[in-house]
Nanobody, 123 residues
Framework: VQLQASGGGLVQAGGSLRFSCAAS????????LGWFRQAPGKEREFVAA????????SYSDSVKGRFTISRDNAKNTVYLQMNSLKPEDTAVYLC?????????????????WGQGTLVTVSS
């Protein structure tokens, strides 16, 4: 499975961005898909994950209510809509996949990773 993320950039605090992560190489309808982020000098942090059917989701407390994860299995794509962005959301964001029908929140359980995409939120 290859994952290709897009949608990063520079945005002012309070603004919005939408990430996409497209998968190729295998149909990922039975995969859990997640987003993680890593800020400079910090460890990789869980952001959000969505189960295979799209009905089960999990969010970190820091993004709950502001970010929304969704998936389109027909397009092999997972999305992360980020609203009300804060400077502390500045990080490299990565999408990940693991063949599991539930929701996974720990990075070391994911088997496939996309390249990072940088988000910078200015105050």
């Amino acid at each position: 499975v290859q994952l290709q993320a897009s949608g990063g950039g520079l945005v002012q605090a309070g603004g919005s961005l939408r990430f996409s992560c497209a998968a190729s190489g295998r149909t990922f309808s039975t995969y859990c898909l997640g987003w993680f982020r890593q800020a400079p000098g910090k460890e990789r942090e869980f952001v959000a994950a969505v189960g295979w059917g799209g009905g089960r989701t999990s969010y970190s407390d820091s993004v709950k209510g502001r970010f929304t994860i969704s998936r389109d299995n027909a397009k092999n794509t997972v999305y992360l809509q980020m609203n009300s962005l804060k400077p502390e959301d500045t990080a490299v964001y990565l999408c990940a996949a693991v063949e599991y029908m539930g929701v996974v929140v720990t990075a070391d359980r994911y088997d496939y990773w996309g390249q990072g995409t940088l988000v910078t939120v200015s105050s």
